[in-house]
């Protein structure tokens, strides 16, 4: 019998579970949250976990760490069949490498082969990689807490494994198909993931976004774009059922989905039967660490742990001893050459100078050049994270809801500082004050923007009451509607603005002629701080 600690860190928050594996079985004893932990590269983080775990009564283990979809880069790598087990962990890194853009210094590299080769005749490995910043910090929090790291795995897999207990136990019914797709659902207060597997192995995965953690309906439909994507254009990839890891929570995600989706949809506890006093909505935080000590019980070589990766293998030599011969023959070779290469280094060494002294010349005419690079990639830098703000008015024209219903009265245009080697992609933000009969008509505009998720972040509305006096009646609210933009090409605008005959009956205003009743034509106000 085996004790683990499995735990799992996210939003600031960390769940911890002690757990017993036998025989390939996973009791949990305790699972605790530690709520407002706060960063884990913290100097303290290592202490107030130490602390907690006494406070709990639980022991020290070695600890089975789960890290989030979103710090982890996930690629499909192809390459030869013919490779050989040496060599194909230096291929595999080699071509996740080539799709890193910070190369393969900065991170560790992991992957698992899958068992089936593709139409023309390769094979497939899913590799993962997390940058050693990330690395670093949970091995600072376990040495500091005075606990001993066996391994560092993508959530997904434990999710993954924790769905295969729960079917093994008859906690969930299984799917009719042992190989068709299965989609899993996990979703914490402020983080979410959509796990789907394929023959019990994990073929997708995908962080939520703010959008749809705010919103039911922005969450169905991140959720069904999700499973289209995944489907694709075949049939047989289609998932067949959901499974959401939830507590027993009334009117919980599971009831939802199961009403808004043509796929079986069925809740399971990771850890269920456990005396806790943790309320049931946290229980589903809890099925990446249970499921890695699932993992763990079948197996102590897991699929990907970042913190023993896949490394080539030195292939044994029967002809080792005639290696050892032809050594011995080559030394004494080199002996009788050293003193023939002693006189050709002599004869070389005028050459060797004037090389010398040419590369010191080369060297300084490349410092003469270095502030002329640097300006013209400063200026390259700058240009690709311009916005063309032309077009960006034209959709936002085009996207605008009723105008009788609704108005911009102010438009402010704003470039957003960005940290340093930051991967946020949104350079600038539009913030819209509109006058609205109700925030139906500003939240028409935020799913309209969803939509086109790549380019945009829109925030959820924030009401600021009553319009005031000079507003319509049929206007009578006020609210605030912001989004972050993705700089993009001009060609990438594509939508067209629909404009409505004009007015045929005399008396009637045309549309410049109303210029608080047209929204945006008699609406926009500061445009200002924009690239």
């Not at 067209?496 to 002629?513: C, D, F, I, N, Y």
Request: glycine content about 10%.
């Amino acid at each position: 019998m085996s004790r683990y600690l499995s735990i799992d860190s996210e939003q600031g928050q960390l769940y911890v579970a002690s757990l017993n594996t036998k025989g390939g079985q996973v009791v949990v004893e305790q699972a605790i949250v530690l709520a407002d932990f706060g960063s884990l590269a913290d100097a303290s983080a290592g202490k107030r976990l130490k602390d907690a775990l006494a406070e709990a009564g639980i022991a020290p283990a070695p600890v089975l760490m789960a890290v989030g979809r979103e710090r982890v880069i996930l690629k499909d790598v192809k390459y030869p069949a013919g490779v050989s087990p040496a060599d194909e962990p230096a291929l595999v890194r080699f071509q996740m490498s080539k799709e890193l853009a910070d190369g393969g210094d900065a991170v560790v590299i992991d992957y698992f082969s899958l068992p089936t080769l593709d139409p023309d005749g390769q094979r497939r490995a899913l590799a993962f990689a997390i940058r050693k910043d990330v690395l670093g910090p949970i091995k600072t929090l376990c040495a500091a807490a005075g606990l001993k790291l066996a391994s560092i795995t993508p959530r997904p897999f434990g999710v993954a494994a924790a769905l295969m207990r729960a079917i093994k136990d008859g906690a969930v019914t299984p799917p009719e198909s042992q190989v068709a797709p299965l989609a899993i659902l996990v979703r914490g207060d402020k983080w979410g993931e959509l796990v789907i597997l394929r023959g019990g192995q994990v073929a997708f995965a995908r962080s939520l976004t703010g959008m749809a953690l705010n919103s039911e309906q922005a969450m169905l439909g991140e959720i069904r774009r999700n499973l289209a994507v995944f489907a694709g254009t075949s049939t047989t990839n289609a998932v067949q059922a959901l499974y959401v890891a939830e507590g027993d929570v009334p009117g919980g995600w599971s009831g939802r989905l199961r009403a808004a989706l043509t796929i079986p949809v069925q809740s399971f506890d990771a850890i269920a039967g456990v005396a806790t006093t943790l309320p049931p909505e946290v229980h589903g935080s809890f099925t990446g660490p249970v499921g890695l000590a699932a993992l763990r019980a079948r197996s102590l070589e897991l699929p990907i742990n970042f913190l023993s990766p896949r490394e080539p293998k030195p292939v044994s030599d029967p002809g080792k001893r005639l290696l050892a011969l032809i050594g011995v023959a080559a030394a004494l070779l080199l002996v009788g050459g050293l003193a023939i290469g002693l006189f050709i280094v002599n004869q070389r060494s005028s050459t060797l100078t004037a090389l010398r002294n040419q590369k010191s010349g080369l060297d300084d005419d490349i410092k003469k050049l270095d502030d002329s690079v640097k300006r013209v990639k400063a200026v390259k830098d700058w240009e690709a994270k311009g916005i063309s703000w032309l077009d960006e008015l034209y959709d936002l024209t085009a996207r605008f809801p009723d105008l009788t219903k609704a108005e911009v009265v102010q438009l402010i245009a704003k470039p957003i500082e960005q940290a340093k080697n930051s991967k946020n992609k949104h350079t600038a933000e539009m913030e819209l004050t509109m006058y609205a009969g109700s925030g139906k008509v500003v939240d028409d505009l935020s799913v309209d923007m969803s939509h086109d998720s790549r380019y945009y972040l829109v925030f959820p509305k924030q009401s600021k009451g009553s319009a005031g006096t000079f507003a319509s009646s049929r206007k009578s609210e006020q609210y605030l509607f912001r989004a972050q933009i993705e700089p993009r090409e001009p060609n990438k605008y594509t939508l067209k603005l629909q404009t409505p005959p004009p007015a045929e009956s005399k008396g009637k205003r045309t549309a410049a002629e109303q210029p608080r009743e047209n929204g945006m034509a008699g609406g926009v106000g500061t445009f200002g701080g924009a690239q």
